[in-house]
């Protein structure tokens, strides 16, 4: 071990300046690295693929963004005129950032609050109580694709169970389309994609409840924590930083990438593209017109979009019990 | 373990009225969630008399087993046998889990225990990786796999599994655990990093490979390899599935068969698997 700790603190202080003499720093670094030979041997698998399955079509997504390219001809060199035709000419396109904003901004915050705060119900029962609500809140995310299941429920006839309800209720008289209709699309897809939304992140907090450390509460109740409430906002949330963080990215990242439900609801494309999402627009590029430079242009914006909206978030958690 | 019991004694700072209204909620919030789920199950065993009904119902009332029947019969006359949806979606996911599983593991253990020239690089290009969809890259990933050769195959869609960015992440969180004395010792018997990674840092990680088992379980198990997998013999349950559940409406029944066969799966592996699950979110406990 010893053989490979000293080096090891050592590629600390070398990585931080950089600017001393370029051979023998080199030449550290090269021990260094023969020192772990075994490490990078062990993940050499796992990065080869990291590299070509993801960051090598990162990467080639970027460049091929400036380029126009049909999958037939070699891909020709545009310079930004995908990115301007995207955001001056493209009307669809506009409606669909609107919609992926708006379905972002609702279902984003509004399922990491659900996450977390079923988790911190659900964290109060009994162990029995606890294995069962887990699963039950967990499940819809976990069955796989069967958002169809919603298909049937509002289904545009009277064997739907919504028009069903409703006319049996006397609301309504007559079955309503509800996938066909633009008022009522965006409300049902934003209600499917919180129903999907307790997956990682929700085990992630349940988990992390358990490990706040049980005799800050103790300690809380002697401090003159009065409530569950200040109990929750002084003790629990500081203690879960690192768990809140790596929910916000999945959450973040789950409801800007909405698609699936969008096209299985409300059909591809859906009726005046009351539906499209950028993801359902880069579909539509990607694998029907086989605009790829388009796509990929679409595929960049999307990638900006959430790297900084994570960023921001991130900063904003940062911030959390300070 | 000991969690647990702890977790039985009774807080402080509870109100009555608070526990009873935060009860309600959750029951509430439980069965919208259910709803769906439950509908499911009842329309599988519901006679087509009972799917047609106005108004309709949401439990069945003479459950009947035809529609697992008149699915059997329909898969029976497919062109691809149905056997080889559930071998090839067997096959699909088995390999992704078992490969991930030990790739992301190998790859893991140096990140969570080694400082070397590059892990800091390597990892914060992992974590950036959570941040974006599949969708971002299924372009240039469509452009690789043909190069390489693996379109039409199953490994367009098991060979990247392998690369699947959040297992290698909640491995490295947990391997983090593991005492540093331990691998010493090892070290100091004269087992070589391999060795140490095989028989020390495997067995101790047991729970933490049913998370990622069931991650990519999920993530596969609900994949059609669409735009990767065009013969027919190769597709994959889920895609049979689409078929039957999209054929029309004398299928109704069936459909709802199909979806409750489809999430049985996953939710009785997440069923058998869910304490294992939470101990290794637990422990990985997402540090910073």
């Known amino acids: 071990m010893s053989n490979i700790d000293i080096p090891s603190q050592r590629s600390g202080t070398v990585t931080g300046k950089a600017e001393t003499s370029a051979p023998s720093w080199l030449a550290v670094k090269w021990q260094v690295i023969k020192a772990h030979k075994h490490s990078y041997i062990l993940m050499s698998p796992y990065l080869l693929l990291f590299a070509v399955f993801t960051v090598l079509p990162v990467i080639m997504s970027i460049v091929i963004s400036f380029t126009y390219f049909n999958m037939l001809e070699f891909p020709r060199f545009i310079g930004w005129q995908n990115y301007s035709r995207l955001f001056l000419e493209d009307d669809v396109f506009l409606i669909a950032i609107k919609n992926t904003i708006l379905f972002a901004v609702i279902t984003g915050p509004l399922s990491y609050i659900a996450c977390f705060v079923f988790a911190w119900i659900i964290n109060d029962l009994r162990p029995k109580m606890r294995a069962f609500m887990t699963l039950i809140f967990y499940a819809p995310s976990i069955s796989g694709n069967v958002y169809f299941l919603w298909q049937m429920i509002f289904s545009g006839d009277r064997y739907g169970i919504a028009n069903g309800f409703l006319i049996k209720m006397g609301v309504i008289l007559d079955p309503i389309l509800w996938l066909k209709d633009e008022k009522y699309i965006m409300p049902i897809i934003i209600l499917v994609q919180l129903w999907l939304s307790l997956g990682t992140g929700f085990l992630a907090f349940i988990a992390g409840l358990q490990t706040v450390d049980k005799t800050l509460y103790e300690a809380g109740a002697v401090d003159g924590v009065k409530n569950r409430w200040q109990e929750l906002w002084f003790i629990t949330l500081p203690s879960m930083k690192p768990q809140l963080m790596f929910g916000a990215v999945i959450q973040i990242t789950a409801s800007l990438a909405i698609a699936d439900v969008s096209i299985y609801l409300a059909g591809f494309p859906s009726v005046n593209y009351a539906a499209e999402t950028i993801v359902t627009h880069l579909i539509d590029f990607g694998t029907i017109r086989f605009e790829m430079g388009y796509a990929s242009a679409i595929a960049t914006v999307l990638f900006l979009l959430m790297l900084g909206s994570n960023l921001a978030v991130q900063r904003l958690l940062r911030k959390v019990g300070n | ?288």
């Open chain 2, 1 to 288: 373990m000991k969690m647990a019991l702890s977790l039985r004694k009774k807080r402080v700072n509870r109100s009555f009225s608070g526990t009873f209204w935060m009860s309600v909620f959750l029951a509430l919030v439980a069965s919208f969630m259910a709803l769906p789920l439950v509908y499911a199950i009842n329309a599988a065993f519901k006679p087509l008399d009972e799917i047609f009904l106005f108004p309709p119902t949401l439990f069945v009332r003479n459950p009947t087993t035809s529609n697992f029947i008149d699915l059997m019969t329909l898969l029976g006359q497919s062109w691809v046998p149905f056997s080889r949806y559930i071998f090839n979606t067997f096959f699909i996911t088995g390999m992704g889990v078992l490969g991930h599983v030990l790739l992301a593991s190998a790859a893991a253990y140096p990140l969570a225990k080694h400082k070397f020239p590059g892990s800091k690089l390597i990892f914060t290009v992992v974590v950036l990786s959570l941040m974006f969809t599949p969708q971002v890259t299924a372009i240039p990933n469509y452009m690789v796999m043909s190069w390489i050769g693996l379109i039409d195959t199953y490994w367009a869609v098991i060979v990247p599994a392998f690369a699947f960015s959040l297992g290698l992440y909640l491995m490295k969180q947990f391997m983090e655990q593991i005492p540093d004395a331990l691998l010493e010792s090892a070290k100091i018997d004269g087992a070589n990093e391999y060795r140490i990674f095989w028989q020390i840092v495997m067995p101790n990680v047991k729970p933490a490979w049913l998370t990622l088992v069931i991650l990519l379980f999920q993530m596969l198990w609900g994949t059609d390899g669409n735009g990767f997998i065009y013969s027919e013999q190769l597709k994959t349950l889920h895609y049979a599935s689409n078929q039957i559940i999209f054929g029309g409406i004398a299928r109704a029944g069936v459909g709802s068969a199909v979806a409750l066969i489809l999430m049985s799966v996953p939710i009785a592996l997440f069923i058998f698997s869910q304490s294992r699950i939470i101990e290794t979110m637990t422990t990985s406990g997402m540090k910073d």
